[in-house]
């Protein structure tokens, strides 16, 4: 099966710093990647939509300056917390879409990020 | 649309017994469904999918139902294990959709009891 991963798995980090993530496809190009957050006890919640090569597309009430997205190559997407304060500590969990041609478009998601900011 | 802050509804299963985890879905152009189990500190994982063209497709101990006319998506699990003791979500979308995303339910939590 497809494999995406998520680096790093943890972290921990003063308020008012930033955090990058990354998301990367192992075996396989993803035109797509999507980034989700999750709280506690609740589903996930799409932040945004990332197209390699191209600006990403956010969810409406998720603010593109404090969340910067790069899809730089078909294998790799980061998200950046900017100015991270308490509020953004969550779970952040990166999907992938392969490559038009694929007879599904499953999205295949990564093992997520912890994010606590004190 | 995406659920947003909602707590998730429990189903607890007496080992061995089997579950059902339902869903309802609100789009009616949705063609492609797609149950993801979540364990606790893990990403979603890929379970079972069911295009629109199917009623029922089976897996290794797991059943997916799809009725289209309510706009009813369910997922049976046989003989539970505690091993699959997690949050369950569906998740739906249209085939050839380009970059649209999965749009996923709110979840249920499957508690298995010994």
């Known amino acids: 099966g497809a494999v995406v991963s998520q680096h790093p798995s943890r972290v921990i980090c003063k308020s008012g710093t930033s955090v990058k993530i990354e998301c990367r496809s192992l075996d396989f190009q993803a035109t797509t990647m999507f980034w989700y957050r999750q709280f506690p006890k609740q589903s996930l919640m799409l932040m945004a939509t990332s197209n390699e090569g191209s600006k990403a597309t956010y969810e409406q009430g998720v603010e593109k300056d404090k969340f910067l997205i790069n899809h730089a190559s078909l294998t790799l997407s980061t998200l950046t917390v900017t100015s991270a304060h308490p509020e953004d500590s969550s779970f952040y969990i990166c999907?992938?879409?392969?490559?038009?041609?694929?007879?599904?478009?499953?999205?295949?998601f990564g093992p997520g990020t912890r994010l606590t900011v004190l | 649309g995406e659920s947003v802050g909602l707590h998730l509804p429990t189903l607890s299963v007496q080992e061995g017994d089997n579950s059902i985890i339902n869903c309802a879905y609100s789009?009616?152009?949705?063609?492609?469904f797609i149950w993801y189990k979540q364990e606790s500190g893990k990403g979603p994982q890929f379970i079972i999918d069911?295009?629109?063209?199917?009623d029922k497709r089976q897996g290794q101990r797991v059943t997916v139902l799809l009725n289209k006319t309510v706009k009813h998506l369910s997922l049976q699990i046989a003989a539970t294990q505690p091993g699959d003791s997690a949050v369950y979500f569906c998740a739906e979308n249209t085939l050839n959709s380009g970059n649209t995303p999965l749009v996923f339910g709110k979840g249920t939590r499957l508690s298995v009891i010994a």
């Open positions: 789009n009616s152009a949705s063609d492609y």
């Open positions: 999907s992938a879409r392969r490559l038009a041609g694929a007879s599904t478009d499953t999205q295949y």
């Open positions: 069911i295009r629109s063209n199917m």
